[in-house]
């Protein structure tokens, strides 16, 4: 099946630091990726739709300046946290969908936590 | 914008029984519907999904059935094992490809 891959699963920074998370499609294309925000207990919330080859788009409430992302090739997604502080610590999962089928299936990576001190 | 709600928050049934989770949703232009069962510091994985134009689906224990008229949709796990024991979530596509969550359901099995 298709495999979406996250890397770091787990990073710790300082506060004020940058932090780069990658979500890559390992055995698929994929024009849109998805990037959520999971709190403790709670449910993913979309944060923004990464477009391969134009500029993402964000939901309403996330910083655009804050949450930096770029797809710059069709199985490859990043997500930076610029200048991170405490607030942003949070478990963040990407998305992909298949772009040689018409399914609408989502494939999720296995999620990166971000700990900021 | 599309809203989910999903019920009940928590769940516990005897191993063998039988558990449904229950979602409504608000934009009558969403069109798939998929149930994703998410372990602890894991990603979601796809469980059954379901599109507008069907009104039920069945994947050996695992059932969804959808009423477009009522807005709601409804997961459905027989015979439930161990193993069945994550928090379950279900979601909507209103547009351009984007999932609405509902809050998630910590679903116990007790053996």
């Known amino acids: 099946g298709a495999v979406v891959s996250q890397h770091p699963s787990r990073v710790i920074c300082k506060s004020g630091t940058s932090v780069k998370i990658e979500c890559r499609s390992l055995d698929f294309q994929a024009t849109t990726m998805f990037w959520y925000r999971q709190f403790p207990k709670k449910s993913l919330m979309l944060m923004a739709t990464s477009n391969e080859g134009s500029k993402a788009t964000y939901e309403q409430g996330v910083e655009k300046d804050k949450f930096l992302i770029n797809h710059a090739s069709l199985t490859l997604s990043t997500l930076t946290v610029t200048s991170a502080h405490p607030e942003d610590s949070s478990f963040y999962i990407c998305s992909a969908r298949d772009m040689g089928t018409a399914s609408d299936e989502q494939f999720f990576g296995p999620g990166t936590r971000l700990t900021v001190l | ?111």
């Open chain 2, 1 to 111: 914008g599309e809203n989910v709600e999903q019920h009940p928050s928590t769940l516990s049934v005897q191993e063998g029984d039988s558990a449904v989770i229950k979602c409504t949703y608000s934009d009558s232009a969403s069109n798939y519907f998929p149930w994703y069962k998410q372990e602890l510091g894991k990603g979601p994985q796809l469980i059954i999904d379901i599109r507008s134009n069907v009104g039920e689906k069945k994947d050996q224990r695992i059932a969804v059935t959808l009423n477009k008229t009522a807005k709601h949709f409804s997961l459905h796990i027989t015979e439930t094992q161990p193993e069945d024991s994550a928090v379950y979530f279900c979601a909507a596509t209103p547009a351009a490809q984007k999932l609405v969550f509902g809050q998630g359901t910590r679903l116990t099995i007790n053996p």
